[in-house]
C-alpha cells in the first residue's frame, strides 16, 4: 500500500494511557504556586529528585527553562526576530502578559501530561483566575485528579528577609514594577490539594515527601 | 533545616542525563517537514507505534495538538481573552505568525527533549529559516545529532490529488491565501538526515522504519 492511498489506511495511534502504561505512572500536572522566593522551585526540583529515585519520568517547569524560550521576553525575541513581532509575541509583566504567560505553561503541560509524564511547574502564578483557568484545561482534557495544585504559603516578610535574588529590595525601590506581594498582588489559593506552610521546623526534603505522598495515595504513581 | 536557609542548602537537580538513563534513550527532535497531505502525520503516527512497541518513550506534536493549545488561532483565544490579547497572542497563517508559530514548537520541543523523550513534530515547516533556526536552538541547548530533519518528499500533484481535507481546493478557489506550495513557497530541505520520497511501492510503516533505523544508528536508541 502506498502513503497515496492514506484514504483507507489507519495507523494505530498510540494514546496517552499507552504511554501511561510504559512508564508505569499517570501523567499529571503539579502547580505550585506562591510568591517570589517562598521556596517554590527548591521544592519542585527536591520532589523531582525523590520522584526520579522512585523510578518514575518526571519533568520541572519553572522560570529557568522557560522565560528563556517559550516565555521570552521581548528584548531576548530582538536577537532573532524583527522588532515588530518580538514586541507582540515576547512577555513582560503586565497583566495581559502574565495571563499569556500562564496559558502558554499550562498548554505545554496538558502536552507533557499527554506524554504520561509527572510534571512539576513552579511559577508565582499570582492571579486565581489563571491557575483555575489552567486547572479546568487540564481537567476538560483529561480527568479531574490530573491537576494539583500546591500552595507554597511562605510568608512574604520571610521571602522578603530571604529575598535570594534581590528583586524584593529593587521592587521596593520601585525599580521593578508590577512585583508580586509588592505592588501587584497575590491571590492566595482557597482549596489547593496541598497547602505547604513554611515552618521553621520544616525542610525541603519534608515538604516535598508531603507532595509525593499526596500523590502516591492519590493514585498518580501507577499506571492505572 | 527549614526553607528560610535555602542559601546554604543546595538540592541535587535531576538532569537530561538522568532522566535519559531512567529512559533508556537520548533526547532527540524527529522534525518532519513536507507539503500539506503529504503524510507526515502518517508517518509521524506509525513511527511513534513503532518507536513504542520498542519500549520507548515518545509523543508527537502536530497540528492537532497545538493548534487548539499553545499555537491557538485568534478567534479561539478570544473564548477565554480579550479581543486585544487574542489578536495579540494568537497565530494566524502569515509569515511572522509561522514564523512564531515554528519558535514556539521548537522551544516546547527543547524542553521535551530535556525530559529525555523522542519527540517528532509534523509541520509543514516550509521556511528553511524557520527549520534552521529550531535546530540551531536545539543543537546549542543540546548537541549536534539532537535533531534530525526528515523530509517527506510527496510531489505536489500528489498531495493536491490527495487533498484530504480539501484545502487544495479551497486555495485554488482563493478561500484559503498563504497556502504552502500554491499561494506560498515551500522551501524544500537541502540535506535532510532523512529524505523519505514517496513512490507507489512505499509503505507507511516502510517509510517509519527508515526513520526507526536512523535512530537506531546515531545510537538514539539507548542512553549513551
Known amino acids: 500500500m502506498s502513503l497515496s492511498d492514506n484514504i483507507v489506511w489507519h495507523p494505530s495511534i498510540v494514546t496517552r494511557e499507552d504511554r501511561q502504561a510504559r512508564l508505569g505512572q499517570r501523567g499529571t ?30 519533568i520541572v517547569l519553572d522560570g529557568d527553562n522557560v522565560r528563556h524560550g517559550l516565555c521570552a ?17 515576547g512577555l513582560g509583566f503586565g497583566a495581559d502578559d502574565r495571563r499569556e504567560n500562564i496559558r502558554r505553561i499550562a498548554a505545554v503541560s496538558q502536552l507533557f501530561i499527554s506524554a504520561g509524564l509527572l510534571t512539576i511547574t513552579a511559577f508565582v502564578s499570582p492571579y486565581r483566575d489563571d491557575r483555575d483557568r489552567a486547572r479546568k484545561l487540564i481537567e476538560q482534557s483529561g480527568a479531574a485528579g490530573d491537576f494539583i495544585e500546591v500552595f507554597v504559603d511562605t510568608p512574604l516578610e520571610v521571602c522578603e528577609r ?63
Open 73 to 89: 521576553p521581548p528584548e531576548r525575541l530582538m536577537l532573532e526576530q524583527d522588532e515588530t513581532s518580538a514586541k507582540r509575541f
Open 29 to 58: 500536572l503539579v502547580w505550585l504556586t506562591g510568591l517570589s522566593g517562598c521556596g517554590k522551585s527548591t521544592v519542585a526540583n527536591e520532589l523531582e529528585r525523590q520522584l526520579h529515585a522512585g523510578g518514575f519520568a518526571t
Open 162 to 224: 530571604r529575598d535570594p535574588k534581590g528583586l524584593y529590595k529593587k521592587a521596593r525601590a520601585g525599580e521593578i514594577k508590577n512585583f508580586t506581594g509588592i505592588s501587584d498582588p497575590y491571590e492566595p489559593p482557597e482549596t489547593p490539594e496541598v497547602w505547604l506552610r513554611d515552618t521553621p521546623s520544616e525542610t525541603p526534603e519534608r515538604l516535598a515527601a508531603r507532595i509525593a505522598n499526596y500523590l502516591d495515595s492519590a493514585g498518580r504513581l501507577r499506571a492505572n
